[in-house]
């Protein structure tokens, strides 16, 4: 089955700084990458998605970037704000197959400091 | 915020007793999946419910079954409960079509088995 990594598990940046979390896997066929945010006893919530035919997607401060030779996807927050606090998952799935089995990382506890 | 609701919110038992998660899934989507969430860890998906079918199953024992209702509403059953299965219990939902991503959660079910 799909393995994902991710690293580093805890990040800690001054406000304003960039922030980058990155994530590798191992299913060469998984072609869908969603980025969720969790904050503390909260739903993890989609931030951001890319398929495996596009190498790069941005929304506002948010982007995400696919190396799909290498198998490995980057979430980078530009002008990090004390709100971007919180537990940032990887995933990985194979498309089309009928079943949203997401494969997650294991989360990487974000803290901006003000 | 996402129009996937659970319930309980929390819940204790103990070990050998049976529990039942209950999931509304979002206006217009019609397939429901659950994911248990150790603390300090990723989501792992259980299964998949789609047209009232199983549609997909995690490495999870057969005293984890579901249900899914003609109003694509679930219910997530666990038997005999054991102490390792405390963990966030998360249903997510999303629509089954030409591409199948695009998971939305719900806020959770926190069950502590004692």
């Known amino acids: 089955g799909e393995n994902v990594e991710q690293h580093p598990s805890t990040l800690s940046v001054q406000e304003g700084d960039s922030a980058v979390i990155k994530c590798t896997y191992s299913d060469s066929a998984s072609n869908y990458f969603p980025w969720y945010k969790q904050e503390l006893g909260k739903r993890p919530q989609l931030i951001i998605d890319i398929r495996s035919n596009v190498g790069e997607k941005k929304d506002q401060r948010i982007a995400v970037t696919l190396n799909k030779t290498a198998k490995h996807f980057s979430l980078h927050i530009t002008e990090t704000q004390p709100e971007d606090s919180a537990v940032y998952f990887c995933?990985?799935?194979?498309?089309?197959?009928?079943?949203?089995?997401?494969?997650f990382g294991t989360g990487t506890r974000l803290t901006v400091i003000p | 915020e996402t129009g996937v609701t659970q319930s309980p919110t929390h819940l204790i038992k103990t070990r050998g007793q049976q529990v039942t998660l209950r999931c509304s899934s979002q206006?217009?989507?019609?397939?429901v999946s659950w994911y248990q969430q150790a603390l300090g860890q990723g989501p792992q998906f259980i299964f998949q419910y789609y047209r009232e079918e199983e549609n997909g199953r995690g490495n999870f024992p057969p005293r984890f079954s579901g249900l899914q209702f003609p109003n694509y509403s679930s219910e997530l059953n666990v038997n005999a409960l054991e102490l390792d299965d405390s963990a966030l219990y998360l249903c997510?939902?999303?629509?089954?079509?030409?591409?199948?991503?695009?998971?939305?959660f719900g806020s959770g079910t926190q069950l502590s088995v004692l």
């Open positions: 206006s217009g989507h019609n397939t």
């Open positions: 995933a990985a799935k194979r498309d089309f197959t009928g079943a949203n089995n997401l494969f």
């Open positions: 997510a939902s999303s629509w089954t079509g030409a591409t199948n991503e695009k998971l939305f």
